[in-house]
């Protein structure tokens, strides 16, 4: 059973071809297929310009990563050279302490006069005060590099730094109370020189 349309159809027929079509839809498809590859080509340039946006991204972070990785073996570095900077200090103030302590047992032994032991306590006062001087320049030092990393590292690292600042701040402290000592014993060695010259000066 044959319907209208393959009837339509049938007739319609060229040499047992079926018929061809009008020259209006033939542009129609010409036009479509011109615009398909265009959008395809549009979404292409698109991938790759994301993929080259990409690429960019990622050599940026590589390099931001090596960057880093270099600023934490720069405070590594720095971190080992405060700790024989901190070693060195302590040898410092042993070697101080052992001095102050020979010198006080030389002037018990030698029996030196007031005048004299007022003098050694000037000196070592001295070198108590320099040393002194040479730990607050060098916290001052570890506070500006500290500083200047402390936006590029770890909390941790950042937290051992600031303890070996908080250790030089406790060792200055005990600096100072040692100098307040010696300042005591030199004042009482300039009162005991005067009252001896005083009774000198009686007995005269």
């Keep these: 059973m044959t319907t209208p349309e393959y009837y339509g159809w049938w007739s319609k ?10 020259e209006e839809c033939i542009r129609s498809i010409e036009k479509y297929l011109q615009v398909v590859p265009s ?3 549009v979404i292409k ?4 310009k994301r993929s080259s946006e990409l690429e960019k991204k990622i050599e ?38 052992t001095n102050y302590k020979k010198l006080r047992l030389s002037i018990r032994t030698a029996g030196l006069d007031a005048r004299a032991r007022e003098s050694a306590l000037e000196k070592n006062l001295l ?30 690292e950042l937290r051992a730094s600031l303890g070996k600042i908080e250790e030089f701040k406790r060792r200055i402290e005990d600096l100072e109370d040692a100098l307040q ?22 007995s005269q």
């Design 181 to 202: 000592n010696s300042e005591l014993r030199v004042e009482l060695l300039e009162r005991h020189n005067e009252q001896c010259q005083e009774q000198l000066h009686h």
């Design 127 to 156: 070198e108590c005060q320099n040393e002194e001087a040479r730990l607050k320049a060098r916290v001052a030092e570890l506070e500006k590099s500290l500083h200047l990393y402390r936006s590029r590292n770890s909390m941790i």
């Design 45 to 48: 340039q698109d991938f790759e």
């Design 39 to 41: 959008e395809l080509e």
């Design 60 to 97: 940026q972070l590589e390099e931001e990563k090596m960057r880093l990785g270099l600023d934490v073996n720069i405070h590594k570095l720095e971190a080992e050279k405060l700790r024989k900077g901190k070693n060195k200090a302590e040898e410092d103030l042993d070697s101080l302490k």
């Design 13 to 22: 027929r060229v040499n047992a071809n079926i018929p061809r079509l009008r």
